[in-house]
């Protein structure tokens, strides 16, 4: 008997994670007799860019427009047995695995493509897949064993602003970190732009109002792993530039920016920030805890 002919194939995949959940695509039952959950991805086209392909086989596997990293890992698997196209064929797989994500509004994941090699799309919980509650091929425990999360640190200015017994607050919307709670005003620097004119900036977007910026009070910090907004989980650590800020006495503040990670700002009484009854992230009782000091 001859030996079964040598097929090779090139394909691309997706880990996209969100939370405590990967997104999976089932495999037919002709693929697959019983339940088996992979990676959404596929096969690449002559000619097509591994990143564009890996979008396609998303975009048809689970519905969602997928945003995907610049690095990726390539994975190898070779069947000297496989089914191929009704045959008998020795396979060789070389599988290209990159970091994706999908926006945190996006719809629940469905199927588009009709008789394709995927019947279900769904999030499934991360430790049911390492614990092999949820049955997976081989691609998706070899993929999640070597997998890091995205590392970001981002450097941002934040306002106290008081009035009277009064903190100007903004909240995070559900966009953003956290969302619910209360924070200063502020945000990201942009690469070159000077803190201080960065935060006037964010103020006037978050809150509609001119400030004044003073001395720095504190440098605050945080780290978490988390869904960012635009739906990458990521490493997080955050340094915050805490500035004290004059705004004036008439001023109203009103959100400024539409479809942001701030979906109100207020004057906030600073007793129901002691007393938790108005939730608020750390920097917030950094940054008073820093005034209160310099205060005496």
Avoid at 34 to 63: C, F, K, S, Y
Avoid at 77 to 104: K, L, M, Q, T
Avoid at 246 to 273: H, K, N, S, Y
Wanted: net charge negative; aromatic share 4%.
């Amino acid at each position: 008997m001859s030996p079964p002919p040598p097929v090779q194939r090139l394909a691309a995949y997706a880990v996209i994670l969100r939370d405590d959940q990967i997104l999976l695509s089932r495999l037919a039952a002709r693929i697959s007799e019983t339940e088996l959950w992979t990676l959404p991805g596929g096969g690449l086209d002559h000619g097509e860019a591994p990143q564009a392909g890996v979008a396609r086989e998303v975009m048809e596997e689970t519905g969602l427009k997928v945003e995907v990293g610049d690095t990726a890992r390539v994975l190898t698997f070779h069947n000297p047995h496989a089914r191929w196209e009704g045959r008998r064929v020795d396979a060789w797989s070389v599988r290209i695995v990159y970091d994706g994500w999908v926006p945190v509004d996006s719809p629940a994941p469905r199927v588009m493509e009709v008789d394709g090699s995927t019947v279900d799309a769904a999030w499934k919980p991360l430790a049911a897949v390492l614990d092999g509650t949820v049955p997976t091929t081989s691609l998706v425990r070899e993929a999640l064993a070597g997998h890091t999360t995205h590392r970001h640190q981002r450097v941002a200015a934040y306002a106290l602003a008081r009035r009277g017994e009064d903190v100007l607050l903004t909240r995070v919307s559900a966009l953003g970190h956290h969302a619910g709670a209360w924070t200063l005003p502020g945000g990201g620097i942009d690469h070159g732009e000077e803190p201080r004119a960065a935060l006037r900036r964010e103020v006037r977007e978050e809150c509609g109002v001119d400030c004044e910026v003073g001395e720095v009070l504190e440098v605050h910090d945080t780290h978490f792993t988390g869904t960012a907004p635009g739906g990458r989980r990521e490493d997080f650590h955050g340094l915050h530039l805490v500035f004290r800020t004059t705004v004036p006495g008439d001023a109203e503040p009103r959100v400024g920016e539409v479809d942001g990670t701030t979906d109100a700002v207020a004057w906030v009484p600073v007793g129901r920030v002691r007393d938790g009854s108005v939730p608020v992230l750390d920097v917030v009782r950094a940054g008073l805890a820093a005034d209160e000091r310099r205060a005496h």
